[in-house]
């Protein structure tokens, strides 16, 4: 999974409660989730010690899906502090959500 961590209903909270985070709802049948995972690595690197990039599994996690209304995936999520602050539906490209962090940051 490269540096993005894997989120789970175990560690989801404690991560997102502070500072940014950029969740990846997605799966591993889900072709446009393949896609995007590259930008996703990539903005984990990018962001490395800013902000925190993770991935949840709704195959595995489908609590943390319900939790956030996700019925579309791929789905990401801009948290700041805990709290949802941009939302994406569908490959998004890389430039959208790295304007998404630097306003949230």
């Not at 999974?1 to 989801?12: I, V």
């Amino acid at each position: 999974m490269g540096n993005a961590m894997e989120l789970t209903a175990g560690n989801f909270a404690e991560t997102v409660s502070s500072g940014v985070t950029l969740v990846d709802f997605w799966a591993e049948w889900c072709g446009p989730c393949r896609l995007i995972a590259p930008v996703i690595e990539e903005l984990a690197d990018q962001y490395a010690g800013k902000a925190k990039v993770g991935k949840v599994n709704v195959d595995h996690e489908s609590d943390l899906s319900q939790q956030f209304g996700v019925s579309s995936i791929p789905t990401l999520l801009v948290m700041k502090d805990g709290q949802e602050v941009s939302r994406f539906v569908g490959v998004t490209q890389k430039d959208q959500l790295v304007k998404a962090l630097d306003a949230a940051l």
